[in-house]
């Protein structure tokens, strides 16, 4: 009986030890995005999260108090948003119309 038990443990270690090679495998797998290009923004500060326009292919970075603007086929920066004293985390631009909206971090308001 006991090396029933035994040989049981052996086959629950076994396969414990294939599992974790199997995950760390998949976390050093090479990563499915790369760096296309590097587009100066300025004055490094505070970043935050960045959002894609398809319809006017431009990208909107939040960046401290205000948004930077940046035509992505010309790699050109076409300027700022803003200032929001409060500070602004991201944007998002609506589809079919000429809108956008940001945020005023202290204020907690949404801005177009």
Known sequence: MRSIVNGKRLTVCAAAVLAQMFLFE???AAPLYRIAKAIPL????RWDYASFDSERNRVYVAHGDHLAVVDIATSAMLGQVG???GGTH????VPGSNLAYTD???AGV???
């Open 26 to 28: 998949a976390a050093t």
């Open 42 to 45: 300025g004055v490094p500060e």
């Open 83 to 85: 200032t929001f004293p």
């Open 90 to 93: 991201g944007s998002a631009a």
């Open 104 to 106: 005023d971090g202290e």
């Open 110 to 112: 949404a801005i177009a």
